[in-house]
């Protein structure tokens, strides 16, 4: 689907610099971009993205997790988790907030554009 509209919620600069192209290039609109939990919540409130691309480890209080929990709770909206954690028990938490997928960096960006493709 073109122009789906995501939301990007990453801290390191340079990788959301680098999702936020790759993105753009296969048709996908990033409206924004979220540094924190908190703010991911916050840019979800106000701008209901279709799909939100969330790492775990985020600057602020609230991890990536916390924060899609809260996410789905409020809004249900699809979460695609992209994170440098593997271990089981990460895995085993962010399973708890039913993502539609959970990719280790370095991000895949053909697969996660089939992921995508196949739920919109």
């Known amino acids: 689907m073109k122009n789906l509209n995501v939301l990007l919620v990453e801290d390191e600069v340079i990788i959301a610099m680098l999702i936020r192209r790759e993105l753009k290039k296969i048709g996908y609109n990033v409206i924004d971009l979220a540094t924190s939990g908190e703010e991911a919540i916050q840019i979800t409130k106000e701008d209901r993205p279709d799909l939100i691309l969330m790492d775990i480890t985020l600057a602020g209080e ?59």
């Not at 990460?90 to 697969?111: H, M, S």
């Open 62 to 120: 609230m991890d990536g997790i916390t924060a899609a929990s809260e996410i789905k709770k409020n809004w249900d909206i699809p979460i695609i988790f992209v994170t440098g954690y593997q271990d089981r028990a990460t895995r085993e938490r962010a399973a708890l907030t039913n993502p539609l997928g959970y990719f280790v960096k370095p991000l895949q960006i053909d697969q996660l554009k089939s992921l995508i493709d196949s739920h919109f």
